[in-house]
């Protein structure tokens, strides 16, 4: 019918790491519970990602185009492989320990409620980014821009100011010792 959005492809509990990739391009869906072998040369656009297992899966020439992960594992991904043109992605309540964006532009991305231990932002471009309510353990930022990013809801980030962009970028007072790591300083609070 006229004037009316199409519904959404849903896909629940599909392991399409064991079908033959016979489809590769996916718009405007849901996948609940799937599982993947790889996702090199695969195009997503406009899909939600539900309690899925993604972890160290190959993501080399994906596409990721306005994606939304959400209760999901990707360990040990490396974003930085996949295509630049359009990559905007989301993450709400995600474990992503590992996981790399070195160089990747992603100032349109979210983090919300994630593990972001051990992550490689090296020369990413995070610059509006939002953060909330995320675990930056050991998380590496090496010329990185993070201006403007917000990260007075995160926590156990280490952030050398002197190797990233941080202008307007905002900190909680307790949280400054995150800041100062590098001069091997004693904070008392």
């Known amino acids: 019918m006229k004037g009316q959005t199409p519904e959404k492809e849903i896909f629940q509990n599909t392991d399409f790491a064991s079908q033959k990739p016979e489809r590769r391009d996916f718009e405007d869906c849901e996948l609940v519970n799937c599982s993947f072998a790889s996702f090199s040369h695969y195009n997503f656009t406009d899909c939600v ?8 899966i190959n993501a080399d020439s994906c596409k990721m185009n306005n994606l939304v992960f959400s209760g999901c594992k990707l360990l040990g991904i490396n974003f930085s492989r996949t295509r630049d043109f ?9 474990n992503l320990e590992y996981a790399s964006f070195d160089q990747k532009k992603m100032n349109a991305s979210r983090f919300e409620n994630c593990k972001l231990h051990s992550v490689n932002f090296t020369r990413a471009d995070l610059s509006k980014t939002k953060l909330t309510n995320c675990d930056l353990y050991e998380a590496v930022f090496d010329q990185t821009n993070l201006s403007t990013v917000d990260f007075t809801s995160c ?7 002197e190797m990233n962009n941080l202008k307007k970028a905002k900190f909680a007072a307790p949280d400054l010792a995150g800041l100062l ?6 904070i008392i609070p």
């Open 49 to 56: 990602f539900k309690n899925c297992n993604l972890s160290n």
């Open 181 to 186: 790591y590098r001069y091997d300083l004693v």
């Open 155 to 161: 926590k156990n980030f280490m952030i050398d100011p």
């Open 86 to 94: 359009g990559f905007a992605v989301s993450f709400v309540d995600c």
